[in-house]
């Protein structure tokens, strides 16, 4: 793994007594994995990512022949396959509008400056959503594993040759729920913003979660490659 550069950038404030959020940004690692890509989370095989996968899955898996069910099903990044991708697959779907209006504004800010947009993957959609989940523990691009954020692709055995991520965070005051409180939080930040419009990327995995009783409630990961 070769460093080729780092910017990090991170803002946290409390607004009022009720209205909390923060953010953080992340960029530029090289990487050497060439493992061939396959469409993470499909477990059926039918070229898309769907309930069925799940409802797949655990079907195998109640008839006791997980040995049937391809590595690519894995969406936690776990290296096997257990009911907690199907689980994982369940949740993803569900917050498939926030995931989709996240996606549609970046590539909305990219076509204001005349870039090309970026391509939705699924894969780094799991890795985002892994790193959403783990951001509530730890909010930073190190990993509560203390590794770094990038980690998360190989995790997956995606195909990459520089990465940046994107984090941000805020309590339901803050409109933590909204994709536009995320977006309006990078959009303030020329950090962040520089790595929703770099034409360097293209690709993007997004993800969001809500975790009660955590700092800030709400988290959202943007995950860019190429």
Same mark, same amino acid.
Request: glycine share 6%; proline share 2%; aromatic share 10%.
């Given at each position: 793994?070769?460093?080729?550069?780092?910017?990090?950038?991170?803002?946290?404030?409390?607004?009022?007594?009720?209205?909390?959020?923060?953010?953080?940004?992340?960029?530029?690692?090289?990487?050497?994995?060439?493992?061939?890509?396959?469409?993470?989370?499909?477990?059926?095989? %039918?070229? !898309? @990512? =769907? #309930?069925? /996968? +799940? &409802?797949?899955? *655990?079907?195998? $898996?109640?008839?006791?022949?997980?040995?049937?069910?391809?590595?690519?099903?894995?969406?936690?990044? %776990?290296? !096997? @396959? =257990? #009911?907690? /991708? +199907? &689980?994982?697959? *369940?949740?993803? $779907?569900?917050?498939?509008?926030?995931?989709?209006?996240?996606?549609?504004?970046?590539?909305?800010?990219?076509? !204001?400056?005349?870039?090309?947009?970026?391509?939705?993957?699924?894969?780094?959609?799991?890795?985002?959503?892994?790193?959403?989940?783990?951001?509530?523990?730890?909010?930073?691009?190190?990993?509560?594993?203390?590794?770094?954020?990038?980690?998360?692709?190989?995790?997956?055995?995606?195909?990459?040759?520089?990465?940046?991520?994107?984090?941000?965070?805020?309590?339901?005051?803050?409109?933590?729920?909204?994709?536009?409180?995320?977006?309006?939080?990078?959009?303030?930040?020329?950090?962040?913003?520089?790595?929703?419009?770099?034409?360097?990327?293209?690709?993007?995995?997004?993800?969001?979660?809500?975790?009660?009783?955590?700092?800030?409630?709400?988290?959202?990961?943007?995950?860019?490659?190429?």
């Amino acid at each position: 793994m070769k460093l080729k550069k780092l910017t990090a950038l991170c803002l946290s404030a409390l607004l009022g007594t009720a209205t909390l959020y923060s953010l953080s940004s992340v960029s530029d690692f090289n990487s050497t994995v060439s493992a061939a890509e396959v469409l993470v989370g499909d477990a059926n095989g %039918d070229g !898309k @990512v =769907t #309930a069925l /996968d +799940a &409802a797949f899955i *655990a079907r195998k $898996l109640a008839e006791q022949n997980g040995a049937s069910i391809p590595l690519n099903a894995d969406y936690t990044g %776990d290296k !096997k @396959v =257990t #009911a907690s /991708d +199907a &689980a994982a697959i *369940a949740f993803r $779907l569900a917050n498939n509008y926030n995931i989709t209006k996240m996606f549609e504004m970046t590539n909305a800010e990219r076509a !204001k400056k005349g870039i090309a947009p970026l391509k939705f993957d699924e894969g780094l959609t799991a890795a985002a959503m892994v790193r959403a989940r783990e951001s509530s523990s730890s909010f930073s691009h190190t990993r509560p594993n203390k590794r770094s954020f990038y980690t998360v692709l190989d995790d997956f055995n995606l195909t990459w040759m520089s990465a940046a991520e994107n984090i941000a965070a805020g309590n339901a005051a803050a409109g933590g729920s909204s994709p536009q409180m995320a977006m309006d939080l990078w959009k303030n930040s020329a950090g962040h913003y520089e790595k929703m419009i770099d034409d360097e990327y293209t690709k993007i995995g997004i993800g969001c979660i809500y975790i009660p009783n955590s700092t800030y409630g709400y988290y959202w990961v943007q995950l860019f490659s190429n």
